[in-house]
């Protein structure tokens, strides 16, 4: 059994969208990080860096960290969504996700969301987080998923951030996303992913969406 550590944002959707999509059994462990719980000892032995989400499997005693390593541990142990054929394009986008996508848009919403606004600081990120979006656009304008023709675990990274602020951006720049046909597309797609609506609706009992 593996003990999954998590809480309602897209890091941690990410890992409840796989484990319903691969069928991998698990034990929630909410970690309300609202409540600073991410940052208990007891928390920190699975996860020192004191963020969600985690994994902890009891059948190898492997502690794991970071939303893109819990994906290739769990792509790996259930033999799913990790296509050889794509390998080195689906690393490539867990990387892209990991340093790019959701850093860009953390710091987007964290900006945006001050009280004394910092325009500099929350233009920088919210033409970064298009230019983000812009790259996945040109990718899924070639091809249905973003590393190649089968969807892995490069869409499963991906989804969450780009869903979340896809949503955003329809609200505060809907002239904006009109750009990004082919994104809308693959997200429409995998929203309608029957392990994709469980992953979040797993998530969505907890708490409403922190993004
Ligand atoms: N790169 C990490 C990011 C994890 C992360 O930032 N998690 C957020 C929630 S989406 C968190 O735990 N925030 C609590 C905190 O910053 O203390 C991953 O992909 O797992």
């Not at 960290?65 to 790996?76: C, D």
């Amino acid at each position: 059994m593996i003990d999954f550590y998590t809480w309602n944002t897209p890091n941690g959707r990410k890992l409840s969208i796989m484990f319903a999509e691969t069928g991998l059994a698990y034990q929630l462990k909410p970690i309300n990080i609202r409540k600073s719980e991410q940052k208990q000892p007891e928390f920190l032995k699975i996860n020192p860096n004191g963020r969600i989400p985690a994994l902890f499997d009891h059948e190898t005693g492997q502690r794991v960290f970071e939303s893109g390593a819990g994906l290739i541990y769990l792509a790996e142990k259930s033999g799913q969504f990790f296509q050889q054929s794509q390998k080195q394009e689906i690393l490539s986008w867990l990387f892209w996700q990991a340093g790019g996508l959701g850093p860009m848009l953390g710091q987007y919403n964290h900006f945006k969301s001050l009280k004394d606004k910092q325009a500099y600081s929350e233009k920088h990120f919210l033409c970064e987080s298009f230019r983000l979006l812009a790259v996945m656009e040109c990718t899924l304008k070639e091809q249905p998923y973003l590393a190649g023709k089968e969807y892995s675990i490069a869409d499963i990274m991906c989804y969450p951030w780009a869903s979340s602020a896809m949503k955003g951006f329809t609200q505060s720049h809907p002239q904006h996303v009109q750009n990004y046909p082919f994104l809308q597309g693959w997200l429409n797609q995998i929203r309608q992913r029957p392990g994709v609506q469980q992953g979040n609706a797993v998530l969505a009992e907890l708490s409403q969406s922190l993004y």
